[in-house]
C-alpha cells in the first residue's frame, strides 16, 4: 500500500471538509449547488485514495486523465451493498 500517497490524498480531503464546514458555518445562505460543489472535492479525494492505493509512486506521478478519473470513481463494486 502506498501509504505516502494515501496520506496525500486523505489531507486533502480532510482540508476539503473543513473549508465546506467553515463555508457553511459563514454562509446562512449555503446552498445545494454549493454542497454538491464541496461534496465532489470531498469524495473524489477519498474515492482516488482507495482506488490508488496501490499505486507506485511512479504509477502515481505518471497518471493519464482517463486514469485520473477512473480513480475519482466511487468503488461501488467493492462495497458490499447490503451487508452481508
Known sequence: MNTRYLQILLQDAAGNLR???DEIAENP???DIELSIHLNDVYGSLN???NG???T???AADISEA???RLRSFPIQEIIMDGT
Do not use: I, M, N, V
Request: proline share 0%; aromatic share 22%; charged share 35%.
Open 29 to 31: 445562505d449555503f446552498s
Open 53 to 55: 492505493r496501490e499505486l
Open 19 to 21: 473549508s465546506l464546514l
Open 67 to 69: 486514469q485520473y478519473y
Open 57 to 59: 509512486e511512479k504509477e
Open 48 to 50: 482516488t485514495a482507495w
